[in-house]
């Protein structure tokens, strides 16, 4: 993604593909380190999209926040991305089309 001086109205995305102790630690960790990068860049974090203990190799599987951030993208509600890696967001470049 490419960054700007302009201020961006950011979704950050999280996922964990399994989470056994149901506690969200993972997420929570990645989701910090993606405030403290948005922050660095005097971005606006605007919305959290969570996909805890959620694989993103099935593409059955309803990821709610994932679908959620692309309708947020379309809409325009937020206008950059920040994730934790790429392999957070999705395993099969077809998966990024909605």
Do not use: F
Request: glycine content about 8%; overall charge positive; proline content about 3%.
């Amino acid at each position: 993604m490419q960054t700007s001086a302009r201020a961006r109205r950011v979704g950050i995305h999280i996922r964990i593909s399994d989470d056994r102790e149901g506690a969200g630690l993972g997420v929570k960790r990645q989701e910090k380190d993606c405030r403290t990068l948005t922050a660095r860049l005097g971005w606006t974090g605007v919305e959290v999209y969570d996909d805890n203990d959620m694989s993103a190799t099935d593409r059955r599987k309803k990821r709610r926040g994932y679908h959620q951030m692309l309708a947020n993208m379309q809409s325009g509600h937020i206008d950059a991305l920040v994730t934790w890696h790429p392999d957070r967001l999705y395993r099969q470049p077809r998966s990024w089309r909605p």
